[in-house]
């Protein structure tokens, strides 16, 4: 095992811990909860096999569901998150992702904020559609999903920037 894959494995449960210890139990006004795990898929190598993302998606979502008793829902957000994650790679970078040449710790804040705004923004729509399951309620799920999602990019970046790794 290089050093970089653990990283990635220590990051993994790193996110998971802090969501289901921490995180699962904070909800400001009903509308307002975070949900940074989706770190893991947004930070993901991009030269990685789009399968492996895939199903590490999945367990990523199934554990913090299980820790939620969340039913899949986190589950099915992710794995939508990692399926989708190319066109939104392909739509924030654009041909430096075509050149899979994308550096996170490289991007400029503009870049990176549209990239973690629109994947997060998805994600949480997904989520929060899931959990409420009623058309009727889509005020109710268009309100968690921009609330939580607002949280979740704000404490996103200060996460990236507070533990990213020095520039050389």
């Keep these: 095992m290089n050093n970089s894959t653990i990283y990635t494995i220590l990051q993994f449960f790193t996110l998971v811990l802090v969501q289901?210890?921490?995180?699962?139990?904070?909800?400001?006004?009903?509308?307002?909860?975070?949900?940074?795990?989706i770190l893991f898929i947004l930070l993901f190598p991009v030269r990685a096999n789009r399968s492996l993302i895939i199903f590490l998606s999945f367990l990523l979502g199934f554990m913090v569901d299980l820790f939620s008793d969340s039913g899949g829902i986190h589950a099915a957000a992710c794995v939508t998150l990692a399926f989708i994650r190319p066109t939104i790679l392909k739509f924030s970078f654009g041909m430096v992702y075509e050149h899979q040449s994308i550096k996170f710790s490289q991007v400029e804040f503009g870049r990176r904020l549209v990239y973690f705004s629109i994947a997060t923004l998805i994600h949480h729509f997904i989520m929060f559609s899931l959990?409420?399951?009623?058309?009727s309620k889509i005020i109710l799920i268009l309100q968690k999903t921009l609330f939580s999602s607002i949280f979740t990019i704000i404490l996103s970046l200060l996460i990236t920037v507070l533990f990213s790794r020095k520039r050389r």
């Design 20 to 37: 289901v210890l921490v995180l699962n139990n904070v909800n400001f006004l009903e509308y307002i909860n975070p949900y940074p795990y």
């Design 131 to 135: 959990e409420v399951f009623n058309i």
